[in-house]
């Protein structure tokens, strides 16, 4: 039998233990999701992400020091490319009035599931209120890992109503950014066929938006690779860029995974780095049951090294 010095300094042992366990694991907080409102919240230390698609757009806001970006998804489009780049260019669109698919005319549904350090959250089309484009399915899927400063998510595509003339599709999105200073923009942009990196003044990446050039299509039974180009647009002075990829083929179904955030190295967070950070606005008493939890262990420590003292 053990004595009595023994067993409170074992059951002081393990109530350290626990405590230390939930001060550095942070509870991965997911409320219920509102069908409805299509939101979320997750991040790892200063890199905070919304997501949101309750308006029928999906957008990402994304925050890093004292700067806000936006990323919104805007439309679909195919062309024919005329000129040979294997881009959409202006004067390009062709099939009439299923050119062009807005995504305002799309509904989507919301799905999460998470780990002790992952996260995917996809958003995926339900109904598109036109009827060209009745058989058309989209998906969003997202993955995210606690500590990256980065969100990686698939577009999967399929069923888009070609017309013979089209030589591809072209997805736009809106990269829009603002900061808390007043002073002007001082950003510099570098870009290639596989991404875009804006610096600040001190040459250091402030955020990016790029992807792997190759691309998984299926035609028929057939399953292949193809290749995807990327371009954009900006005007001089203005904190906003328009983002395209050009998926210069026909296809049945395509998936493509890029990748958008502040930086590409991940970083560790100060606590557990295999717990994600994430919640809902709806999710705020976990936290203060959480915060409860950590000073009734803490009292229960202080008791049994009081009573360690006295009967020791």
């Given amino acids: 039998?053990?004595?009595?010095?023994?067993?409170?300094?074992?059951?002081?042992?393990?109530?350290?233990?626990?405590?230390?366990?939930?001060?550095?694991?942070?509870?991965?907080?997911?409320?219920?999701?509102?069908?409805?409102?299509?939101?979320?919240?997750?991040?790892?230390?200063?890199?905070?992400?919304?997501?949101?698609?309750?308006?029928?757009?999906?957008?990402?806001?994304?925050?890093?020091?004292?700067?806000?970006?936006?990323?919104?998804?805007?439309?679909?489009v195919q062309y024919n490319d005329t000129n040979g780049n294997q881009i959409y260019d202006a004067g390009e669109l062709v099939g009439g009035q299923s050119s062009t698919l807005q995504l305002p005319s799309v509904q989507w549904v919301f799905t999460s599931e998470s780990t002790d350090s992952t996260i995917d959250f996809n958003f995926t089309s339900s109904k598109i209120n036109n009827p060209i484009f009745?058989?058309?399915?989209?998906?969003?899927?997202?993955?995210?890992?606690?500590?990256?400063l980065a969100v990686k998510f698939d577009i999967i595509i399929s069923g888009w109503p070609f017309v013979e003339e089209a030589t591809g599709l072209s997805l736009e999105f809106e990269l829009t950014w603002s900061q808390e200073s007043e002073e002007e923009n001082t950003f510099s942009k570098e870009s290639n066929e596989t991404g875009i990196y804006l610096y600040n003044q001190t040459e250091d990446l402030v955020a990016f938006f790029d992807m792997t050039s190759?691309?998984?299509?299926?035609?028929?039974?057939?399953?292949?690779?193809?290749?995807?180009?990327?371009?954009?647009?900006?005007?001089?002075?203005?904190?906003?860029?328009?983002?395209?990829?050009?998926?210069?083929?026909?296809?049945?179904k395509l998936v493509h995974d890029p990748e958008f955030g502040t930086s590409k190295v991940?970083?560790?967070?100060?606590?557990?780095?295999?717990?994600?950070?994430?919640?809902?606005?709806?999710?705020?008493?976990?936290?203060?049951?959480?915060?409860?939890a950590i000073a009734t262990l803490f009292l229960a420590v202080l008791v049994v090294f009081t009573r360690t003292k006295k009967y020791g």
Avoid: C
């Fill in 214 to 252: 190759e691309i998984e299509i299926t035609i028929g039974d057939v399953v292949t690779t193809a290749l995807a180009i990327l371009n954009d647009t900006a005007s001089e002075h203005a904190s906003k860029l328009n983002v395209y990829i050009n998926y210069p083929i026909q296809f049945d």
């Fill in 134 to 148: 009745e058989d058309l399915q989209i998906g969003l899927n997202n993955h995210y890992t606690t500590g990256d």
């Fill in 1 to 76: 039998m053990l004595k009595r010095k023994q067993k409170s300094g074992m059951l002081f042992l393990t109530i350290i233990m626990l405590l230390a366990s939930v001060m550095v694991r942070p509870q991965v907080g997911i409320a219920q999701v509102d069908p409805e409102e299509k939101r979320m919240v997750l991040g790892s230390g200063d890199f905070q992400i919304e997501v949101n698609a309750g308006g029928q757009v999906p957008f990402y806001h994304f925050n890093i020091s004292d700067t806000a970006f936006f990323l919104k998804f805007q439309q679909i």
């Fill in 266 to 292: 991940a970083i560790i967070p100060l606590t557990n780095p295999t717990a994600i950070v994430l919640w809902l606005e709806e999710n705020v008493k976990a936290g203060f049951l959480g915060l409860t």
